[in-house]
């Protein structure tokens, strides 16, 4: 079955960019998904198909898809960006990876 | 606006079922399927399996093929998802978020229902 693989954390100071990698056999070939999730809330979407914002989604936000890696970007993070994310293909059937916890200090 | 709204958490015992509603509002049903995801404590995203709110066509994990079963009642815009021989390792919270398709994204979601099976 298809496996997705990111790092389990990511720090990043307030204001900087935080880079979240996701990594899976041919991966450029597929859609990437991105969403966010804070504790006790459920998962918001913030990239679809590569690249694309969902309306209501900060511009800081931005996703990119070539080759084995996908990767969200947040450019000039901020403290309420704290949370898991999450990537999501489809591949036979929906596959996640097991979670990023972005931690802004 | 959308809305999908969840049924109350549920404790159950080893080997008993579930049966989780999703209630959707702000949109047309039929025109978005229902995907449904869960969530064991302290860990990560799993895909359940998607139904077509059109049509009624599934597509279910295959871990869990045979255990579960999603429907939708379209006269009253809500999803099922009905869990079968219950295990501990199926303690979770349980949602449904809508999707244009089994391939696709998950772009509004419900508040999780908490499902607690207990031996």
């Known amino acids: 079955s298809y496996e997705l693989t990111q790092p389990p954390s990511v720090s990043v100071s307030p204001g900087q960019t935080a880079t979240i990698t996701c990594s899976g056999d041919?991966?450029?070939?597929?859609?990437t998904f991105w969403y966010h999730q804070k504790p006790g809330q459920s998962p918001v979407l913030v990239i679809y198909?590569?690249?694309k914002r969902p309306s209501g989604i900060p511009e800081r936000f931005s996703g990119s898809n070539s080759g084995n890696t996908a990767t969200l970007t947040i450019s000039g993070t901020q403290a309420m960006d704290e949370a898991d994310y999450y990537c999501?293909?489809?591949?036979?059937?929906?596959?996640f990876g097991g979670g990023t916890k972005l931690t802004v200090l | 606006q959308v809305q999908l709204v969840q049924s109350g958490g549920e404790v159950k015992k080893a080997g008993a079922s579930v049966k989780v509603s999703c209630k959707a509002s702000?949109?047309?049903?039929?025109?978005?399927?229902i995907t449904w995801v869960r969530q064991a404590p302290g860990q990560g995203l799993e895909w359940m399996g998607w139904?077509?709110?059109?049509?009624?066509?599934?597509e279910y994990a295959q871990k869990l093929q045979g255990r579960v079963t999603m429907t939708t009642d379209t006269s009253t815009s809500t999803a099922y998802m009905e869990l079968r021989s219950l295990r501990s390792d199926d303690t979770a919270v349980y949602y449904c978020?809508?999707?244009?398709?089994?391939?696709?994204?998950?772009?509004?979601w419900g508040q999780g229902t908490l499902v607690t099976v207990s031996s």
């Open positions: 041919k991966l450029g070939d597929k859609y």
């Open positions: 702000g949109y047309t049903f039929t025109s978005y399927g």
């Open positions: 978020a809508r999707a244009k398709a089994a391939a696709g994204n998950f772009d509004y």
């Open positions: 198909q590569d690249n």
């Open positions: 999501q293909v489809w591949d036979s059937s929906t596959v």
């Open positions: 139904i077509s709110s059109y049509n009624g066509n599934t």
